[in-house]
């Protein structure tokens, strides 16, 4: 019995331990504070909030909550901190200065998962008791492809399977946007809700921030161990 208890202890030390490490890494309390602007929270920070904390810190504040959520969403969208960061960037930019950056990454992100979507749509569908008019076919690409099935045709253009959660395929598919959004989503005479060439040149940016960022924490990398390099005359 006073085994049971002493490691009972023992894990509930260690787990006092762990969180007040993890509380060190915050610059705040956690308990609720409406004055707490939610825009002053570090990256590093949002890290090492959770969801009950934020709902801790935001409880009478619902536009507050709803800015620090949406910024929390970034800072772990892939495993990788470098792109989350440009993530994090853009939308503390987009609440700060009322920009809409952020939009063109979810947007992008979006497209990504809409073949996939499509192929869902379309496996729901029977062509063969499809009641739809000739000229309703005649004016929907979506129903000729279903027609084009039903006569044994398939696009020769692969369906993509992208993980966005995965740095290394989503930023390959940031640098293939522009040929996936013309083969996948572009459809001639369909009308769309946004401009894509704001959409590319924002994905450019980020692709171009992320390289940068990459080459220098490299360099500093580099510097940093060359520096301390141990001296064989030594």
């Known amino acids: 019995m006073e085994i049971q208890s002493t490691t009972q202890t023992t894990l509930v030390q260690n787990v006092e331990q762990n969180k007040t490490k993890e509380i060190s890494k915050i610059s705040f309390t ?12 570090s990256f590093e ?20 909550k709803i800015k620090a959520f949406s910024l929390k969403s970034t800072v ?24 809409d950056k952020s939009r063109s990454t979810l ?12 192929k869902n749509i379309e496996l729901s569908f029977d062509p063969d008791n499809l009641a739809v008019t000739q000229e309703q076919i005649n004016n929907s690409p979506f129903l000729q492809e279903l027609m084009l099935k039903k006569d044994g045709i398939r696009s020769e253009i692969p369906e993509p399977e992208i993980n ?6 989503l930023l390959e598919y940031f640098k293939n946007i522009n040929s996936f959004f013309y083969e996948k989503i572009d459809v001639e005479g369909s009308e ?31 510097s940093y161990t060359k520096n301390n390099k141990p001296n064989p005359l030594d």
Do not use: C, Q, W
């Not at 969801?51 to 536009?63: P, S």
């Not at 966005?164 to 395929?169: F, L, P």
């Open 192 to 222: 769309h809700f946004f401009d894509e060439n704001i959409m590319f040149k924002d994905i450019e940016n980020i692709l171009d921030r992320y390289e940068k960022k990459v080459n220098d924490n490299n360099a500093i990398l580099e």
């Open 45 to 64: 920070e949002y890290k090492n909030l959770t969801t009950e904390d934020i709902k801790t810190m935001y409880a009478n504040n619902e536009e507050s």
């Open 107 to 118: 947007l992008a992100i979006a497209l990504a998962g809409i073949p996939d979507m499509i």
């Open 164 to 169: 966005v959660r995965n740095s290394k395929e």
């Open 76 to 99: 772990n969208f892939t495993e990788n901190d470098t792109l989350n960061k440009i993530f994090f960037e853009d939308k503390l930019n987009d609440y700060k200065n009322g920009d």
């Open 30 to 41: 956690i308990e609720s504070n409406s004055n707490l602007d939610p825009l002053d929270i």
